[in-house]
């Protein structure tokens, strides 16, 4: 079954890249903002991000943060 919404991460170089998408319908449902996601993920990684209501990416340095940018996302996914 496809997810209504997902959220990727990467390290380049020491860096973290991420990207949050949303489906136009589940925005709607839910009011959900893939830019507001990618902006309360993004100072996890010492970064910053934004973006459209239905996609957004974002990027920072601080590779640490990774596992608890995961976690959140979970946790935002969990609840739709």
Known sequence: TPKPSSAASDVYKRQVFMSCFISKNII?????????IIKELSPLISGSGGGQSFYATGGGTNTDGIDSVISEAEKIISQI
Not at 28 to 36: I, M, R
Request: proline share 0%; aromatic share 0%.
């Open 28 to 36: 709607t449902k839910k009011e959900l903002d893939a830019s507001k």
